[in-house]
């Protein structure tokens, strides 16, 4: 099957009533809503300056993944569709039919013409920002189609390009708008740790489902020293926990540079849309440490905790007393006596 980039004509397929009855901006914030309704709620917070352009990164991000993660695509066509997103991007309006392993991504990349029509709309210095996150990622994407999470220095690779760059762009989307100027933002080391600290919480959290679907994502150093394969982790929960809780140990790792980082912004709004995810990641380890359930299934906050996130969080010193909080807790059962020390950095 050959699969090419699509230049915009007006289309002859079916559509569905919902894209073809919206404008190319509503169709972004309806598309943001399917593909992420999480993110749809957090990107809220933003100034109104910046919604459009950090809404249009994300889509943009969330296309080259649908294309990753399209395994009908033959891996050689997919390393040139992926390599070549970002100057695509930045040319003719294009679509990709028949993309994506859901109706909400088949959707969106049927209709990508409208996100290129809204990322062209955008300042330069947005767009510059954009296509090169995009174009970094898709490098890092074609590295790892073929090589394997093995060390915890292979994990930070991988989650740097999954979720670093994402930090990275952030950041430079952030300092684009005038509203932070902070040398330590221009500085991509701690906006890095930033994503690597969310990648790695989704990365644990999502065993269970990544394993029913063969990806493996948790690095090889943490677990076959203990067992032979993966999935022997859920017939031997004991050894399970060890590794779920190193891992964990690891992530926490990031936090005093997450913290510094959030002492950078002087944007209360830009502050908040950094803060939640934080406080939401820092909580989900604190229901994932020790627990179980995390080898068999997903595990989620509870939704009171989020709404008091999103509801009360307006500053650091309440974000750092949330983030101690959880460690804290943490704390409690671990031998290690790791977190105490992360404790001690804050």
Same mark, same amino acid.
């Given at each position: ?176 708008? @005038? =509203? $932070?100027?902070?040398?330590? *933002?221009?500085? /991509?080391? %701690? ?9 790695? +919480? ?37 050894? @399970? =926990? $060890?590794?779920?809780?190193? *891992?964990?140990? /690891?992530? %926490? ?9 959030? +002492? ?83």
């Amino acid at each position: 099957m050959k699969k090419e980039f699509s230049q915009y004509k007006p289309s002859t397929e079916r559509l569905t009533d919902l894209s073809t009855s919206l404008d190319d901006r509503e169709f972004c914030y309806e598309a943001l809503k399917k593909v992420s309704r999480s993110f749809a709620v957090v990107i809220q917070q933003l100034p109104e300056q910046l919604q459009d352009p950090v809404c249009l990164f994300y889509l943009v991000l969330r296309g080259l993944d649908t294309v990753e993660d399209d395994m009908s695509i033959p891996q050689n066509i997919k390393e040139d569709l992926l390599i070549n997103f970002a100057d695509k991007l930045k040319g003719s309006p294009f679509t990709l039919s028949d993309t994506g392993d859901t109706e909400d991504y088949r959707d969106l990349m049927l209709h990508f013409d409208k996100v290129c029509n809204e990322f062209h709309k955008l300042d330069k210095a947005y767009q510059d920002v954009i296509a090169d996150i995009t174009y970094r990622m898709a490098v890092g994407m074609n590295k790892y189609a073929t090589q394997e999470v093995n060390s915890y220095t292979d994990w930070d690779d991988y989650c740097h390009y999954v979720a670093g760059l994402v930090g990275i762009g952030l950041s430079d989307l952030f300092i684009a708008s @005038g =509203l $932070e100027d902070s040398e330590q *933002l221009k500085d /991509n080391h %701690l906006a890095n740790e930033m994503g690597l600290f969310l990648q790695k +919480t989704n990365i644990i959290r999502d065993f269970a489902e990544d394993l029913e679907q063969e990806r493996v994502f948790w690095p090889s150093a943490a677990w076959n020293k203990r067992v032979e394969k993966l999935s022997d982790l859920q017939k031997n929960p004991e050894k @399970g =926990l $060890e590794v779920l809780n190193e *891992l964990i140990i /690891n992530a %926490l790792q990031h936090i005093p540079n997450c913290l510094k980082y959030l +002492t950078e912004l002087k944007d209360v709004q830009i502050f908040r849309f950094c803060a939640i995810p934080q406080l939401m990641a820092i909580a989900t380890l604190g229901e994932l440490f020790s627990n179980e359930d995390v080898l068999y299934e997903n595990v989620k906050i509870r939704k009171g905790k989020t709404a008091k996130y999103f509801m009360s969080i307006k500053n650091f010193d309440q974000t750092k007393r949330e983030f101690i909080e959880v460690l804290k807790q943490i704390n409690k059962a671990d031998k290690t006596q790791s977190v105490t020390k992360i404790i001690e950095q804050l």
